[in-house]
């Protein structure tokens, strides 16, 4: 017969097991994400909250960041120990991170999800590299030509698909002191998205070679230099301090016949309170001897950033949860017309396209989502990634080689040698 | 003496000239926060608005966190300022009058710190911030903001002390005043217009301090005014309205503290500089 002691002793250990369970303390997860906006943050609330409504042994909480600030704010965050468990990314921060060993692979989680999903390669493609796959996409940006339909059909113009096409059309909107395009000229990430919009329907979409030296200095990178600077001659002469929004707002406006931007429906609809009817997107246009257009594109993706098992576990339970297409939608149109899906059926979900905005510039959308599908982005096109991508587009190499050009007066062929030069100078260190 | 109308014309140019370089962006900000999207975004904009609206407000002040900003950077400010006064004060006096082994020395090096990028130390900062749990903090914010103001606020200050006849000091000690009581009865009040600009430089370095306050600050709930606006603007898309009326919300504590403490702070930094 058992000891009353050695009874009591049992009894306590299993009274101790049972409440344990029962008041488990959930797993806390932070997400940095660098979604500022009021309504974005507003929208991401709304979804953790009924995730963690629906998973009470996981709450997730939302800490915003600024993509200013970011770069030097994580890398410390996670020396001091308290950096987040998930964090928003794009291709070049993903190595950064990567630098200092604080991104764990998804390797599992992105195949299971591809599986149920079916990810965009363009969109898995920038992370996928050294053997793993170092983050989960969450959704897509990608650069197009906008325009007005009433603006090009006044003016006599087809919407341009090749670079001729485009010269013939700037020229010809160019009347009444407005621009005929708003193209940037700025030493500022926005001109290296241009500009490489340019090059890659050029045939220069890559900026290395296999073994990591800079592949820079090509006669196809020259053609797209020199094209952008005749094309920005178009341009309000303002252009060398822009930012994405002011050439915006020169469309919004009408100062601008065209311009390449990621979207501008939010503000066509919100500030130039326009007709949709009349809002015109397409693939940017190729030279004359390429066959189609590409694109740069942005994609925008979630890391894994515990090495917490238990964390871990949880945040592939959340990642899954919201890339469900009932739950992506509404993650999506925290920015509509903007954030375009990453998977095949997070395009065709009912909670994308039902939006308001989505409904109202649907034809616009999936223009935006076909351009997507062809991006690319310097430094993510060969399936090898050199750390030095991270400084280079940190330093703004391309819009700095632009600058040679428009600013400058240099030739596109010397500027594009001196870009080449900088470039592997910083490929050195 | 009579000036002649050539000399009237030429001063009334150029005051007019400056107001109009100085006062033209504020009026267009501010007149630009009242009006519809559409009028700010036009191209030729419009100095007098045809259209009002306080939408952006509303939005500011109910769909954003810009409440929770202000208050944050209130509080912040308001502590670096008092903080600053309260430590630069005996500083100055120090020395300014004490007599010290390199006091020349400490002075010119808390000078050379005034010079000292704050990037340089962000990075190891965070750190040492981490290590004792100061992170996200309003606390680290008022540290760093005291550290940076201090040096200047101690240069001003001494300055101002360096405008008292040393006779009156004098007087107060034959009649047997210590140190303390020298400094709070009869120097604080002689120097009030230095406090003052001392108070303003603190308050404005605090309320327009990005750096430090990006990085050290994490949560949302924490955030002042430069970050938290900084991020309500947004990256690609550019809310011009809200981001008017911001700015419009965020100068108001700064012109009612010039307005409050203005006349002081212009005859401080003049009696400070004619010494």
């Known amino acids: ?429 | 003496m009579r000036r002649t109308f050539g000399q009237s014309l030429s001063l009334y140019g150029g005051v007019l000239v400056i107001v109009l370089a100085i006062g033209l962006p504020f009026w267009w900000v501010l007149t630009g926060s009242i009006k519809l999207p559409k009028e700010i975004i036009q191209r030729v904009p419009t100095m007098v608005p045809h259209s009002f609206t306080l939408q952006h407000f509303e939005k500011l002040l109910q769909a954003s966190d810009f409440p929770i900003y202000l208050l944050n950077s209130m509080v912040v400010a308001l502590f670096s300022t008092a903080f600053t006064v309260l430590l630069a004060l005996p500083a100055a006096y120090a020395f300014f009058r004490m007599e010290f082994p390199g006091r020349n020395a400490l002075y010119k090096t808390i000078l050379l710190a005034y010079a000292f990028p704050g990037v340089v130390v962000l990075i190891p900062l965070y750190g040492l911030f981490a290590k004792v749990g100061l992170t996200d903090s309003p606390v680290a914010l008022v540290i760093v903001n005291v550290a940076f103001a201090l040096p200047f606020s101690i240069w001003m200050m001494r300055s101002f002390l360096a405008t008292v006849p040393r006779e009156i000091e004098e007087a107060a000690v034959v009649d047997g005043a210590p140190t303390t009581t020298i400094l709070i009865r009869i120097l604080m009040p002689l120097i009030a217009p230095g406090i003052a600009s001392v108070a303003i430089f603190a308050f404005i370095s605090s309320w327009t301090e990005f750096l430090f306050a990006s990085v050290l600050i994490v949560s949302d709930a924490r955030r002042t005014i430069p970050v938290g606006f900084a991020g309500i603007i947004g990256q690609y898309q550019i809310d011009w309205g809200l981001l008017l009326a911001g700015a419009t919300a965020a100068i108001i504590p700064v012109v009612a503290l010039f307005a409050l403490v203005g006349r002081w702070f212009v005859s401080g930094l003049t009696d400070g500089a004619v010494k």
């Open chain 1, 1 to 429: 017969m058992m000891s009353p002691t050695r009874f009591l002793t049992i009894a306590g250990f299993a009274a101790t097991l049972l409440a344990g369970t029962a008041y488990a303390e959930p797993v806390d997860l932070t997400v940095w994400h660098m979604e500022q906006p009021p309504h974005r943050v507003q929208r991401m609330k709304e979804l953790l909250d009924e995730f963690n409504a629906a998973h009470p042994d996981i709450q997730v909480k939302q800490e915003p960041q600024s993509w200013g600030e970011v770069y030097a704010k994580a890398p410390a965050a996670f020396a001091a120990g308290n950096g987040p468990d998930l964090l928003f990314t794009i291709p070049d921060f993903t190595t950064v991170l990567k630098g200092i060993d604080v991104v764990v692979p998804v390797d599992d989680l992105v195949k299971d999800l591809d599986s149920k999903h079916g990810f965009v390669e363009a969109t898995l493609a920038p992370y996928k590299y050294d053997d793993h796959v170092w983050a989960v996409p969450a959704y897509n940006m990608a650069i197009s030509l906008w325009y007005r339909n009433s603006v090009l059909k006044a003016a006599g113009v087809e919407v341009p698909k090749t670079w001729s096409e485009w010269q013939a059309a700037a020229e010809k909107l160019s009347t009444d002191g407005k621009s005929g395009i708003g193209l940037p000229a700025n030493k500022q990430l926005y001109t290296d998205q241009t500009v490489y919009s340019f090059m890659v329907n050029s045939g220069a979409g890559d900026l290395y070679n296999d073994d990591g030296s800079i592949a820079f200095d090509k006669p196809e990178t020259v053609k797209a230099y020199d094209f952008y600077s005749k094309l920005a001659k178009f341009s309000p002469p303002d252009n060398s301090t822009w930012t994405w929004g002011e050439a915006e707002a020169c469309f919004a406006n009408s100062s601008c016949g065209m311009i390449l931007q990621f979207g501008v429906i939010n503000t066509y609809e919100t500030q130039a309170e326009g007709d949709a009817a009349d809002l015109g997107v397409a693939p940017v246009p190729h030279a004359d001897e390429q066959s189609a257009s590409a694109t740069i594109s942005y994609s925008n993706a979630i890391m894994l950033t515990t090495k917490d098992e238990a964390k871990q576990k949880a945040a592939k339970v959340f990642l899954t949860w919201l890339l469900e297409p009932a739950n992506y939608g509404r993650f999506l149109t925290m920015e509509p017309g903007l954030f375009l899906p990453v998977t095949n059926d997070g395009a065709k979900a009912e909670s994308f396209w039902s939006d308001k905005t989505v409904t109202k510039y649907k034809s616009q959308v999936e223009t935006m989502i076909a351009n997507s599908q062809n991006g690319k982005l310097f430094g993510f096109t060969t399936g090898k990634v050199f750390p030095s991508i991270g400084a280079i587009s940190a330093q703004n190499v391309i819009a700095e080689t632009l600058q040679r050009v428009v600013v400058d007066g240099q030739s596109a062929a010397d500027a594009v040698k001196a870009g080449q030069a900088r470039m592997s100078e910083i490929a050195a260190k």
